[in-house]
């Protein structure tokens, strides 16, 4: 399923063994009276962790990082677990219509390699950059036929519109599992869109086939996913949509693709991967990833991160936080200290 863009990008996920990842940390949380974190003194830089093809990246051996805390830790308000490129959107878990501020027109922002219905489709600023690069790189490939993105970012009252004339025509139980009930659509988050197939002058369905394989073979590569995949119709309650992609972000999309999660199980399984606990370590051409999770409380949260490398805090729409950290050279080695 991987095309010769994968001699650049061979994704692997391990978890640690015990014995040999690189974070030694006893199960230990910031106390909330605040008073005196225990911070973690970053000592020296050693071990290593095999990327692609065995190669060895550098670490991050950074002399005056010495004496300085691993972690700092963002305070995340009620309202956050319910933003982020991660929120879990379905038949349980409501949108709740977060960031529809920094939402853009597409026709304004998007490459030429592809068109769009209209003028007013609007997404999220990632996501159009994305399905940019995506759509790029896919006109590579398609020769004369190309995409055009016919739904995108829904508000409620629209969708409201669109399940009524599903049901109108299926009857309710049955519109269920081909449209999301008003409130419970991928597209009211701005992190989804649907293709439609277009050549010479003619929009037509998307069905994911032919030269257009490419595309859901591809798309994780650039953050995306096939969201609605017909072996996963029992857990996420929706038929097969191949031309419906969720934009998650690309260490994420990877690791779905990989080991053929849907979204609904990938936020479970991301549970399993605390802070306090083992964290998921996803080694990639371009660094490796750190992914952990902090469960959500209900007067607001404090969520651990590094002090070195780049983070994102994302709330999963369910119950907790997902960070991802990114180091271009490699995790640091972290050793606790009282
Ligand atoms: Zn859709």
Redesign the pocket.
Same mark, same amino acid.
């Given at each position: 399923m991987f095309d010769s863009r994968e001699q650049d990008f061979t994704p692997h996920c391990s978890r640690w063994d015990p014995d040999t990842r690189p974070i030694k940390r006893q199960s230990q949380k910031k106390t909330r009276n605040g008073n005196g974190f225990s911070f973690c003194l970053l000592m020296f830089l050693c071990g290593w962790i095999i990327i692609n093809n065995g190669t060895r990246p550098v670490l991050a051996a950074d002399a005056e990082k010495q004496g300085e805390p691993d972690w700092t830790y963002v305070q995340m308000q009620p309202d956050d677990v319910h933003q982020g490129d991660l929120i879990l959107v379905n038949q349980e878990y409501a949108c709740t219509f977060p960031n529809m501020e920094k939402l853009v027109v597409v026709s304004d922002t998007k490459s030429e390699s592809y068109l769009v219905k209209n003028e007013q489709e609007k997404l999220l600023p990632q996501t159009v950059e994305a399905l940019n690069s995506l759509m790029d790189d896919f006109l590579t490939v398609a020769g004369s036929v190309r995409i055009n993105v016919i739904?995108t970012y829904r508000s409620y009252e629209l969708q409201q519109q669109l399940f009524s004339q599903y049901s109108m025509q299926m009857g309710v139980e049955l519109a269920s599992h081909w449209s999301a009930r008003p409130g419970h659509s %991928? #597209?009211h988050s701005g992190l989804?869109l649907?293709l439609g197939a277009y050549q010479y002058g003619v929009t037509q369905n998307y069905d994911g086939q032919g030269v257009y394989s490419w595309i859901g073979e591809n798309c994780h590569t650039y953050g995306f996913i096939v969201r609605y995949a017909p072996d996963k119709a029992d857990i996420t309650g929706i038929y097969s %949509?191949p031309? #419906?992609l969720r934009y998650v972000g690309v260490p994420h999309a990877a690791l779905m693709a990989q080991r053929q999660l849907c979204m609904e199980e990938y936020i479970e399984w991301l549970k399993g991967f605390s802070w306090e606990g083992d964290h998921l370590y996803y080694g990639m051409e371009s660094g490796v990833y750190e992914i952990y999770y902090v469960a959500a409380e209900e007067d607001g949260t404090t969520v651990p991160v590094p002090t070195s490398g780049e983070y994102s805090i994302s709330g999963n729409n369910v119950d907790g936080f997902i960070v991802t950290a990114y180091f271009k050279d490699g995790i640091p080695e972290r050793t606790e200290k009282e």
């Open positions: 739904s %991928e #597209h989804a649907d %949509e031309w #419906h």
